[in-house]
T-cell receptor, first 120, second 113 residues
Framework: GAGVSQSPRYKVAKRGQDVALRCDPI?????LFWYQQALGQGPEFLTY????????KSGLPSDRFFAERPEGSVSTLKIQRTQQEDSAVYLC??????????????????FGSGTRLTVV | DAKTTQPPSMDCAEGRAANLPCNHS???????VYWYRQIHSQGPQYIIH???NNETNEMASLIITEDRKSSTLILPHATLRDTAVYYC??????????????FGTGTRLKVLA
């Protein structure tokens, strides 16, 4: 497709359950970002991939959060032993160029519609 | 820490210009201002960005003050479909070498018929 695709669209998990959220970026996009958006708040950075390399994971809130992009295209965000505070919308964004080389040109991100995770 | 402050909500009459203000008083000289909007249940959508000069594209205009401490997004003829949350974002270069968007809480714009 032409856009960033995320699945599932909605996920309800019982507390303590592991979940996996998938992101299909735009084909050929080098950069991939994961953001977390709590209700009524702006998105917050979680992690960044340049191709298959995870260059920045400073925003991951705990070691229960793990992301991968093994072949430099599809990415999966995994949350182990989910807690209620993990309830949020998880957004994926991709960009054609590297986040370290954007300079002044517009390399705005294309966001997916997100996965709404509810932990009960 | 968010680097921008925006009013939480605004109303605008359909067909009129919507002017959305943003303060970014701690912005650094090489940090760009980006605007995105988010319609309910969708991901944020790019609108426009700028550094020092005013910018215009098919969607909007961006007016940045000379001291770069604030900016205004202008939607020249608002329609009902422009109802959304508008985020003013400063793109920062993190110590890891990654450019990141620092989102604030945004302005919820409601366009009224």
């Amino acid at each position: 497709g032409a856009g960033v695709s995320q699945s599932p669209r909605y996920k309800v998990a019982k507390r303590g359950q592991d979940v996996a959220l998938r992101c299909d970026p735009i084909s050929g996009h080098v950069s991939l970002f994961w953001y977390q958006q709590a209700l009524g708040q702006g998105p917050e950075f979680l992690t960044y991939f340049q191709n298959e390399a995870q260059l920045d994971k400073s925003g991951l809130p705990s070691d229960r959060f793990f992301a991968e992009r093994p072949e430099g295209s599809v990415s999966t965000l995994k949350i182990q032993r989910t807690q209620q505070e993990d309830s949020a919308v998880y957004l994926c964004a991709s960009s054609l160029v590297t986040a370290a080389g954007q300079g002044g040109t517009n390399y705005g991100y294309t966001f997916g519609s997100g996965t709404r995770l509810t932990v009960v | 820490d968010a680097k921008t402050t925006q009013p939480p909500s605004m109303d605008c009459a359909e067909g009129r210009a919507a002017n959305l203000p943003c303060n970014h008083s701690t912005i650094s000289g090489n940090e760009y201002v980006y605007w995105y909007r988010q319609i309910h249940s969708q991901g944020p959508q790019y609108i426009i960005h700028g550094l020092k000069n005013n910018e215009t594209n098919e969607m909007a205009s961006l007016i940045i003050t000379e001291d770069r401490k604030s900016s205004t997004l202008i939607l020249p003829h608002a329609t009902l479909r422009d109802t959304a949350v508008y985020y003013c974002i400063v793109r920062v270069l993190d110590t890891s070498g990654t450019y990141k968007y620092i989102f604030g809480t945004g302005t919820r714009l409601k366009v009224l018929a």
